[in-house]
């Protein structure tokens, strides 16, 4: 038991698909500055079409920026998934179980009230073998701190 508690991460601690997050986050801004500076250097463009090109990088990059935002953080006091568009935090007890089986896009969470929740910020897309570690981490802190069974 002891070797085990020793091969915990040390908390608090933050998964995110880092390879992923950097693509999105270059493609974003580089995107950005090669539609603004297209509006910038057409010279037949009025101001208004200008604004709405460089309105238009704007949003197309803060979507790139949200779909860089799934993290997964674990403290001593239990674990905060961000998605998307939600955040939840969850006590240690809650998670029953952590799975990443093969095939899926991400970790799935089992939850103590029959529900399961996707955690993103673990996904095995363009790092599987950060995404692999990752998973057996939360596992093994859902192990230590929580009271459930946990599946590949």
Do not use: C, Y
Not at 28 to 43: S, V
Not at 51 to 77: G, M, N
């Amino acid at each position: 038991m002891a070797a085990d508690q020793t091969a915990l991460p040390s908390l608090p601690v933050v998964f995110r698909p880092t390879r992923t997050r950097v693509v999105l986050l270059g493609v974003g801004a580089a995107m950005f500055a090669t539609i603004t500076a297209i509006a910038l250097l057409l010279e037949r463009l009025s101001t208004g079409e200008r604004i709405s090109f460089v309105f238009t990088a704007l949003l197309l990059s803060s979507v790139l920026v949200l779909l860089s935002r799934p993290k997964v953080v674990a403290d001593e006091d239990g674990v905060t998934v961000v998605n998307l568009t939600t955040k939840r935090r969850l006590a240690w007890p809650q998670i029953l179980r952590v799975n990443l089986r093969p095939g899926d896009p991400w970790v799935f969470l089992d939850l103590s009230d029959g529900t399961s929740l996707p955690a993103l910020g673990i996904q095995p897309g363009i790092a599987r073998e950060q995404a692999l570690g990752d998973a057996r981490a939360l596992r093994a802190l859902a192990d230590a701190h929580g009271s459930g069974a946990h599946d590949n």
